[in-house]
């Protein structure tokens, strides 16, 4: 009897066994991220496939098969195989265009996202809304939104930042890597660029109050770290980091430190976790597990609440080991699995963080709706440069180049009139 007992004592601890190993099956964690992810859509932060058709092909959409595009880390087969249910698709344009042509540039990019929805329309749809992204969701499509990279892209005005509005934008990154006549970029703290503002100016504040009137989301991607406290303070809305991780992971002053992510917690926004490797473990190198890290970081110290998706694919050159292109994002949420994400905080991070976070955002625009816009232009002395005209600055004549005639016409005047009072006396 003894004996039956120990054997069936043992049958018991074999079946428990072989259970718990089943349970931490790799697998499992795949098809359970493959299920949340078919509840919950994959909302990316930030993508800049644009950028490449940019580079690549001049924007010739005409020239280019998204099915087909072999060296980008985003094409048609991968998005599908990525499971990316919404994407904020960037409209890039570099630093270099400031105060040249980069208002042109940036339209373009934005041409070329609505161009690319019409072209693929079954994979496609373009999303200007929370509702939207849940629409396309439905529809088994990729909602596609745009951001645009870089405060640069306005040259400083905000009938500018209304128009691109009106166009679908539905995030402005206040800077890229330079600053502006009105925002530091991030560069400021690492001491390689002054601050010339020591943060927002007065008219970085006017761009805040008018994008919380518009609905448009504010990206505190790119920014020092003295502009990201000023605006959770300002900012009447939750703010967005699109494509930033955790500063105490990897101290690159690109991403987002402690304090701060405890801040975006009290202020309801989110940190999309890039995966960039010089972000990720401020090296060369980088595996999926080391991104995983940032996202671990973040919910400890801020909740699962603040944290979402920003992979920045196609606008860096390195992604880590696991994380190779956009097909590959499955594997990321599947180790957040085997870490103990439970399924709600992995749909948190999947896309309801920034559902929620957008879905706020027009909320705030809505009770704004009275307001008027403000059409304040930034002071003429703050933007004064060669290329920039100032029609309608009552403190010249009309432009750059008619003032500068006066004024050499007036020195002009001068040297005769003290020639000829030279000569007579």
């Not at 930033?244 to 202020?267: F, G, I, M, Q």
């Amino acid at each position: 009897m003894l004996h039956r007992v120990n054997l069936a004592s043992c049958l018991v601890l074999w079946i428990t066994s072989c259970a718990i190993t089943l349970a931490v099956d790799p697998n499992d964690y795949m098809a359970r991220a493959l299920q949340l992810m078919s509840e919950t859509p994959l909302i990316d932060g930030h993508n800049d496939l644009p950028w490449q058709l940019r580079s690549q092909f001049n924007n010739q959409l005409n020239k280019v098969d998204l099915n087909t595009l072999a060296n980008t880390h985003t094409n048609i087969p991968k998005i599908k195989d990525g499971r990316l249910g919404a994407q904020f698709w960037a409209a890039y344009v570099p630093c270099d265009t400031q105060y040249k042509d980069a208002v042109r540039q940036t339209l373009e990019q934005i041409d070329v996202i609505h161009r690319m929805c019409q072209k693929y329309p079954e994979i496609f749809m373009f999303a200007s809304s929370s509702q939207d992204i849940l629409k396309a969701f439905n529809m088994n499509k990729t909602a596609s939104l745009i951001g645009v990279e870089g405060g640069h892209s306005l040259d400083s005005s905000l009938g500018t930042l209304r128009t691109m509005y009106q166009l679908g934008v539905r995030y402005l990154t206040l800077t890229h890597s330079c600053n502006t006549p009105w925002v530091d970029n991030w560069l400021v703290d690492t001491g390689s660029e002054p601050s010339e503002h020591n943060g927002l100016s007065s008219f970085g504040k006017q761009v805040i109050a008018e994008m919380n009137r518009l609905g448009m989301l504010i990206d505190l991607a790119h920014v020092s770290e003295e502009v990201m406290n000023q605006v959770l303070t300002l900012s009447k809305a939750p703010v967005i980091f699109s494509h930033s991780s955790a500063y105490a992971v990897c101290p690159h002053k690109r991403n987002v430190p402690d304090d701060v992510l405890r801040r975006v917690n009290e202020t309801k926004g989110i940190v999309m976790v890039n995966f960039y490797n010089d972000y990720v473990t401020c090296s060369n190198t980088a595996k999926l597990s080391d991104v995983a890290d940032h996202f671990d970081h973040i919910k400890k110290v801020a909740g699962a609440d603040i944290i979402g998706f920003g992979g920045d694919y196609d606008g860096v050159p390195r992604v880590p080991e696991g994380l190779e292109d956009v097909s590959k994002v499955p594997n990321l949420v599947a180790e957040l699995l085997r870490r103990g994400w439970t399924d709600e905080e992995v749909k948190a991070a999947l896309g309801n963080n920034l559902l929620r976070v957008m879905s706020e955002v027009e909320k705030v625009r809505d009770s704004m709706s009275n307001e008027i816009p403000d059409d304040v232009p930034i002071p003429n002395e703050d933007v004064q440069n060669p290329c920039r005209t100032s029609f309608g600055y009552p403190s010249t004549t009309g432009s750059n180049g008619s003032a500068q005639s006066l004024s050499t016409l007036a020195l002009l005047i001068t040297l005769v009139l003290q020639a000829w009072i030279t000569s007579t006396v």
